[in-house]
């Protein structure tokens, strides 16, 4: 790489620079505690397809017109998965404004769809919270979904017909606005109490 | 005379030995029957002088038990299965959601929450230790 050429990579990564520390603090308009908030950069979501627990198809319509938080595992899952569907019913109880509650819909999506049907989702998102709705799609209708949130899954230890395989996958929560786009995001470890404060700091702002 | 009597204890009842670790608060999180796997959590604490290992635990109520640690790698948790429990003299070892944990495969009847499940713990000298576990939400 010659002088001019390292000149203008470092030019455009300054004004790079300048531009997302422009943009971060002249729209941040609200300050979460227990998560990210991408203010004026959420995105919107890919043209995706998945089906819901009452076999109902669920795609970026579905989501319009509400506040979503999405979890993504797999019944299968002992530890992770349970503790976090806990958390995210505890939120919801916990949650005091019927209006917030009226706006915000909670999904768990299946990144295991050879083991999760419709009927293993309704079974086990009732078990949580009888509100959530538990989806899931073919692998590769579900990457399309997944890689644009930056959401990470991998099938591992997979051999033949050996049913107890593992699913890693990631811990976040993704929050996607009424606009159908990914608007946020709540890693883990998640406490349930600041994030019911979060969602109504979100829902009374909007 | 402990030593004797313990001699003549496991002479009389093979297994028995007096209990290696203090476990408290140790639960297993019910889930739906369709779900085959449980985890199960606890506080285990080593008030000896010497280390305790634990290789293998076993109960009616599963076809097996390990000890499993989900860890954060690549943007992704996954399980990892830790072979042996090694728990350092006078310390203890938390058993929680999201870290170590008991991954309980195939129980052979749906739990129910306010069940008790007894477990089997094996030490690596070949003692056992019986634990109460308790289904709760």
Known sequence: MNK???AIVALLALIGGFSISWYLSSNKP?????????????RALPDFELVDHHGQVMDRTTLSGNWSLMFFGYTHCPDICPATLQTLSDMANAIEDPNVTKAVRIYFVSVD???DNAETLATYVNYFNPGFTGATAVMEKLTLLTSSLGIAHNIRNKAGDNPSYDVDHSSAIVLINPQAEFAGLFSAPHDPLAMARDLTRIVEYN | MMIRLTLLLLLVFPGFALAQLEIRDSWI???PPSVPVRAGYMTIHNPQSKTVSIVSLSSDAFDSIEIHQTIAQDGMMR?????????????TVQLTPGGLHLMMMNPGE???????IEILILFDDGSEQKLEMWVKK
Request: hydrophobic share 40%; aromatic share 4%.
């Open chain 1, 4 to 6: 001019s050429s390292i």
């Open chain 1, 30 to 42: 609200i300050e979460l505690e227990a998560g990210l908030w991408f203010g004026e950069q959420a």
């Open chain 1, 113 to 115: 769809p050879e083991r």
């Open chain 2, 29 to 31: 999180k019910n889930l």
């Open chain 2, 79 to 91: 399980m990892e299965r830790i072979p042996i429990l090694i728990i350092e003299p006078d310390s």
């Open chain 2, 110 to 116: 749906p739990t129910q929450i306010g069940d008790s």
